[in-house]
């Protein structure tokens, strides 16, 4: 045999033994290119479904927040939390959420705004401005219900949550004062030192300088 002969031979032994592997295994082969094609499919829905919801829950959400901003806090609670409900694994409902609890505060409803509060903060805790945020809120419904000593406490949580920024004082000057109001004299004398230590530019402190000689 030439050359060409024993190679064209080992490729037709080739072409026979693969012919004779798929009439062995043809059931397994098609069912796994079926699976692979299943992937495929299911994969492209779900993108597309994803994508479809993101848009849903933007455009709910846009409606929302001009609900919010123009004071109709009614509805704006109403569609908030069908956002929060109905997409609770959406960036958009992080914002929701914070949003309905700053609108049951605005309707007085301490109860309910600081269990949105709350959940804001368990949930979705990014230690970003609006994580202290939460806190303050939370300290906000409890010094609305005259809750001064755990107000002072949660403001304080704020205060340090925030540490470096520019509401960091703010947050622990309300620490401070709840502290007073609580007649926690001692801690809120701790606190106002804190801010005059931590935050010598602060705006507050002319004042904080004044309420600290005179404790």
């Given at each position: 045999m030439t050359k060409r002969e024993i190679k064209e031979d080992g490729l037709v032994t080739t072409y026979f033994r693969v012919q004779k592997y798929f009439k062995k295994h043809q059931k397994i082969i098609q069912y796994t290119l079926m699976g692979l094609a299943a992937v495929v499919v299911i994969s492209v829905l779900m993108?597309?479904?994803?994508?479809?919801?993101?848009r849903a829950v933007i455009e709910k959400m846009g409606i929302a927040e001009?609900?919010?901003?123009?004071?109709?806090?009614?509805?704006?609670?109403?569609?908030?939390?069908?956002?929060i409900e109905t997409y609770p694994g959406a960036e958009a409902s992080r914002n929701a959420v914070f949003l309905l609890a700053n609108s049951y505060f605005s309707k007085q409803d301490y109860d309910q705004a600081e269990k949105y509060f709350r959940l804001f903060y368990e949930k979705y805790n990014k230690n970003d401005i609006f994580t202290a945020?939460?806190?303050?809120?939370?300290?906000?419904?409890?010094?609305?219900?005259?809750?001064?000593?755990?107000?002072?406490?949660?403001?304080?949580?704020a205060g340090k949550k925030s540490e470096g920024s520019f509401e960091a004082p703010f947050h622990l000057e309300n620490a401070a004062r709840c502290y007073l109001l609580a007649g926690d004299k001692e801690a809120g004398k701790r606190i106002y030192q804190m801010i005059l230590d931590r935050y010598p530019k602060s705006e507050l402190n002319r004042q904080n300088e004044f309420i600290l000689q005179s404790l």
């Open positions: 993108v597309r479904s994803k994508k479809n919801t993101e001009q609900y919010y901003y123009t004071g109709n806090t009614g509805k704006a609670v109403e569609m908030f939390k069908e956002i945020s939460s806190l303050a809120g939370i300290a906000a419904c409890m010094e609305s219900k005259n809750e001064f000593a755990e107000a002072a406490a949660m403001y304080e949580k």
